[in-house]
């Protein structure tokens, strides 16, 4: 067995939280009702809908893709430096 790092569990952490929050969210805008109050097949329809966007998502970064995407460049204000004495 695989020893397994603390930032995969992390990150595994973290895609189960936003998969949990995408099937609520998603239940509040298709029946305007919480995830836990609708019924077996309206369930069935928020996890097939969330399921479907978040594969077609997936599917569409490609390590191509993400090899154009550009860094943006720090805002804000900058420290500074203290003048020599």
Request: aromatic residues 10%.
């Given at each position: 067995?695989?020893?397994?790092k603390f930032s995969d569990n992390l990150m595994k952490v973290v895609a189960a939280e936003l998969r949990f929050l995408n099937g609520m969210t998603a239940a509040r805008e298709m029946f305007g009702r919480s995830y836990f109050s609708l019924?077996?097949?309206e369930k069935i329809a928020v996890d097939q809908a969330v399921l479907g966007m978040i594969a077609a998502n997936y599917q569409s970064l490609?390590?191509?893709?993400?090899?154009g995407q550009q860094a943006t460049p720090e805002m804000g204000f900058r420290a500074q430096a203290q003048p020599q004495t």
């Amino acid at each position: 067995m695989a020893q397994e790092k603390f930032s995969d569990n992390l990150m595994k952490v973290v895609a189960a939280e936003l998969r949990f929050l995408n099937g609520m969210t998603a239940a509040r805008e298709m029946f305007g009702r919480s995830y836990f109050s609708l019924g077996a097949s309206e369930k069935i329809a928020v996890d097939q809908a969330v399921l479907g966007m978040i594969a077609a998502n997936y599917q569409s970064l490609t390590p191509e893709f993400l090899a154009g995407q550009q860094a943006t460049p720090e805002m804000g204000f900058r420290a500074q430096a203290q003048p020599q004495t």
